[in-house]
C-alpha cells in the first residue's frame, strides 16, 4: 500500500475506558456484521456445522475445485472451519479427501456431517465407488480437525444408486440415526461403534437394516399417466386424486409440483440434503426442496424414524436483492450455539461463482413455542457476532472475518483477491497465509482489547526475501482500512520462507482500547506475487491494576425477609459486595419493547409496503406475513430495524394477512403483537 493512499496514523486517546464487555453490550461500540459467504479464497458448499466438547463450533464442507471437469461438479476433498463468535473462521484446511478411501472413485467428495462421540469424531461422506455407483463412507478421528482415517476399509452402506447425503444425530437415549438420499429417503439405525449397523433388522418398516421413504415419481405408477394439462401437475391440483400411499407421502414432504415434459418429475418436494436432528422433543427433517434453484424446506415428527409432517419454507430461493442465490443448488444444515440457532446453506454469491463454485453463508432461525421455524432471509450480511476475540492469547493468521484487496474494484463481489492459504508443515490442518501481495489484507471481527489497551503485537512471518531483511509490513488499522493506524510491523525475513520469525512492534495503550474490528494491511514491493507467508499474531495486554479487596456488608437482620412459614428457615449466606467478570456485564437486564402500533399495509404491482410507528425500547421489528388468516402455515418473515418494509414477489389477487412485534437487544425478547392487517395484493 502506497502512503498516499491511506496513512492516518493518528494518535488519539479513546474515550471508551470501560470494561469490555459493557462496550459491547451496551452499545457503545460499534456492532459488527458478518460477511456471507464465510470463506472467500475458495469455493466451498454443503455446509455441516458441529458444536464441539471444546467449545467451538466447525463446520465442514465440500470444497468445489476452481477448474471444473466436463463442465460438472469438481470436488475431490473435505475442508473445516471453526469459530467461538461466528464471524471470525479459522481455516483448519483439508481434513479429509476421497484418496483416504481406497474404494473410492476421484473427483466425488460430495456433502459429508461429522458427530462427536465419546471422545472420537465420525465423518460420514458420501462417495463414488470404483463401480460408478454412490456409496456412504466413515472415517474417524481422536481429533475435530483430523488425521481422519478409514476404520473399516470399505463402505458403511452400498454402494448403490442415489447413496448421497449423509446426516447424522445421535439422540438421547444414545441409539444414532443416519439418513441420506435423493431423491429417495433412507434411514439405518447405527451401532454404539457408530462404524455399523444390524443389517438383519426387518421390522418397523426396515428391511436388511434400512428404512425407506419412497418419494419418486417411479414409485406410484398412478403418475405414469398424468399430465400438466391445464396445469394440473404444476398448480398441485393433482394432489387431489392422489393414492392414498401418494397423499401420506406428501403429507409428510409436500406436494411436488416439478414438470418434465409435462410429467410428474417429483412428487414431493423433497429433492436431496436431508439434515436430521432433534431438539425440545421435537424431530426435524430439513431439507433441499421444490427443484432447481432449489430451496430450504423441513417436516417435523415426534418420532425419530417418522412419520414426519411438512411444515413449509425455512429459505426460499431468492436473496435480499431479489438477485437468486446464484446457486442452483442448496444444502443445508442446522445448529444451536452460544443461545442461538443457525442454519447454514451454499450460495453461488462469491465472486466468479455459480453452480459449481459455491460458497457456505449462514442466517440466524428461530423457533416458535411449538417448535415450528420461521421463514428466515438469505442475506448478504449474514449474522451478528455472539462473543468477542481475545487479541492476547495466539490468533491464527487463516482466523478471518473477511480478506481482499485494497486494488480489487468496488463492484468485486468479496473474495478471489487478497491472501490465499497453505499448510504451514505436513500437517493439513496447521495453516498459513501465502500470496501475499502488496495492498492485500485481511479483517478479524470484535477484537476485545479491553480497558487495559495492548502495548505491543507480534507476528509470526517467514519470507525468502533473505536471511534478516525485510519482507514488507503488517499496518494495523482499527474499524476500517482508511480507519485509525495503530501501527506498522516490519517482517523480517529468516533464512528461507519455511523458517517464520516473530516480528514485533510497541504499541500505545492508550490508543488500543475497547472492542474494535482489526485490518491487517500487507504492504511491500508490487511486483512480488507473495511477500511473506503469515502464520500467527498476538498482542500484549497493558499492565492491569490488582484488585483491592473489598469487605462484604454485614447484613441487618432487621432488613431479612420473612421466613416462609410452610418451610424451615434456610441459613443466610453472606452478601457479597457485586464483582464485575469479563465475561458479564454488570447490568444483564432488558427492557422489553412496547406494542408495535398504527401498522398500515398498502399494495402495488405485486408488492405490499407496510409501516408502523417506532415502538419504544425496540431494537428491531419483526414483520410476519402469510396467506392463512390464523398464521399456522405458510408464514414468512422479515426482520428490520426501520418502520418500514416492503414484500416483494406476492401473488396477485391474493390476500395477505400481516403482523408485526418488536424485539429487544438482545433479539430474544419480544413485545406484543400488533393487531393483523389483511390486503388484497394488486
Known amino acids: 500500500m502506497t502512503k498516499n493512499i491511506f496513512k492516518k496514523c493518528i494518535c488519539f486517546v479513546l474515550c471508551g475506558t470501560m470494561a469490555s464487555t459493557l462496550a459491547f453490550t451496551t452499545g457503545g461500540v460499534k456492532e459488527a456484521k458478518a460477511v456471507n459467504p464465510i470463506v472467500q479464497d475458495v469455493y466451498t458448499a454443503d455446509p455441516a456445522p458441529m458444536t464441539c466438547s471444546d467449545g467451538r463450533l466447525y463446520v465442514y464442507t465440500s470444497h468445489d475445485e476452481d477448474e471444473t471437469l466436463n463442465g460438472f461438479f469438481t470436488m475431490n476433498d473435505w475442508k473445516c472451519y471453526s469459530t467461538t463468535d461466528m464471524v471470525n473462521w479459522t481455516d483448519h484446511g483439508t481434513v479429509l479427501s476421497y484418496h483416504e478411501f481406497e474404494w473410492a472413485k476421484e473427483n466425488s467428495s460430495w456433502a459429508c456431517q461429522c458427530i462427536e462421540r465419546n471422545g472420537k469424531f465420525y465423518m460420514y461422506v ?94 406410484f405408477p398412478e403418475l405414469s ?247 514488507g509490513k503488517i499496518e494495523l488499522y482499527l474499524d476500517s482500512t482508511d480507519g485509525d493506524c495503530i501501527g506498522e510491523c516490519d517482517v523480517v525475513a529468516g533464512a528461507d520462507d519455511k523458517t517464520f520469525v516473530e516480528n514485533k512492534i510497541e504499541l500505545d495503550k492508550n490508543v488500543v482500547k475497547g472492542i474494535h474490528d482489526l485490518y491487517l494491511v500487507f504492504t511491500g514491493d508490487d511486483s512480488k506475487d507473495n511477500l511473506f507467508r503469515f502464520d500467527y499474531w498476538k498482542f500484549t495486554q497493558g499492565s492491569v491494576p490488582t484488585a483491592t479487596p473489598t469487605q462484604a456488608p454485614v447484613l441487618n437482620p432487621t432488613q431479612a425477609p420473612a421466613a416462609n412459614p410452610t418451610q424451615a428457615p434456610a441459613a443466610q449466606a453472606p452478601v457479597m459486595a457485586p464483582v464485575q467478570t469479563k465475561d458479564k456485564a454488570a447490568d444483564t437486564s432488558v427492557s422489553v419493547p412496547g406494542k408495535v402500533k398504527s401498522i398500515k399495509a398498502v399494495s402495488k404491482k405485486k408488492k405490499i409496503t407496510v409501516k408502523w410507528k417506532k415502538t419504544k425500547n425496540a431494537k428491531g421489528y419483526r414483520v410476519r406475513y402469510t396467506l392463512d388468516k390464523k398464521f399456522k402455515k405458510g408464514v414468512k418473515s422479515i426482520k428490520t430495524r426501520k418502520t418500514r418494509v416492503v414484500i416483494k414477489k406476492l401473488k396477485k389477487g391474493k390476500t395477505y394477512f400481516i403482523k408485526v412485534d418488536a424485539f429487544a437487544a438482545d433479539k430474544k425478547n419480544y413485545g406484543k403483537v400488533s393487531s393483523v392487517v389483511k390486503v388484497k395484493v394488486k
Not at 144 to 157: A, K, N, Q, R, S
Not at 270 to 278: D, I
Not at 425 to 438: E, F, G, K, M, R
Open 126 to 219: 458420501p462417495i463414488n465407488a470404483k463401480n460408478g455407483q454412490t456409496a456412504i463412507g466413515v472415517a474417524v478421528a481422536d481429533s475435530p480437525t483430523g488425521p481422519f482415517v478409514d476404520p473399516i476399509g470399505e463402505p458403511l452402506i452400498g454402494p448403490a444408486p442415489n447413496y448421497i447425503d449423509p446426516t447424522v444425530w445421535i439422540d438421547s437415549d444414545g441409539q444414532a440415526y443416519l439418513y441420506w438420499g435423493n431423491p429417495d429417503l433412507f434411514c439405518v439405525k447405527l451401532n454404539e461403534d457408530m462404524i455399523s449397523y444390524d443389517k438383519d433388522l426387518n421390522e418397523d418398516g426396515f428391511v436388511n437394516g434400512i428404512k425407506t421413504w419412497n418419494l419418486e415419481t417411479r414409485d
Open 225 to 471: 399417466s398424468v399430465t400438466d394439462d391445464n396445469k394440473y401437475i404444476s398448480s398441485g391440483e393433482y394432489a387431489n386424486d392422489a393414492s392414498d400411499e401418494l397423499k401420506d407421502a406428501q403429507s409428510q414432504f409436500g406436494v411436488g409440483i416439478r414438470v418434465d415434459n409435462k410429467k410428474v418429475r417429483r412428487p414431493t418436494l423433497y429433492e436431496e440434503g436431508p439434515w436430521f436432528y432433534g431438539r425440545n422433543g421435537h424431530y426435524y427433517m430439513v431439507y433441499a426442496a421444490n427443484g432447481i434453484p432449489e430451496r430450504i424446506d423441513y417436516s417435523m415428527s415426534d418420532s425419530p424414524l417418522g412419520p414426519w409432517e411438512y411444515k413449509g419454507v425455512i429459505l426460499d430461493e431468492t436473496m435480499e436483492d431479489n438477485d437468486g442465490t446464484g446457486s442452483f443448488t442448496n444444502h443445508s444444515g442446522v445448529v444451536d450455539y452460544k443461545g442461538h440457532s443457525y442454519i447454514f446453506y451454499h450460495t453461488g454469491r462469491l465472486n466468479d461463482g455459480h453452480g459449481y463454485h459455491r460458497s457456505v453463508a449462514i442466517e440466524e432461525i428461530t423457533y416458535n413455542d411449538d417448535g415450528t421455524i420461521e421463514t428466515a432471509p438469505m442475506t448478504n450480511n449474514g449474522v451478528d457476532a455472539v462473543d468477542t476475540l481475545n487479541p492476547f492469547e495466539r490468533v491464527e493468521a487463516e482466523t478471518i472475518e473477511y480478506s481482499n484487496s485494497l486494488k480489487a474494484s468496488d463492484k468485486d463481489r468479496l473474495g478471489k483477491y487478497g491472501v490465499e492459504k497453505e499448510p504451514v508443515a505436513d500437517t493439513p490442518s496447521d495453516v498459513c497465509l501465502t500470496d501475499i501481495q502488496n495492498e492485500d489484507y485481511v479483517c478479524v471481527r470484535n477484537v476485545d482489547f479491553t480497558q487495559w489497551g495492548a502495548v505491543s503485537f507480534t507476528a509470526s512471518c517467514a519470507s525468502d526475501a533473505g536471511n534478516g531483511k525485510s519482507a
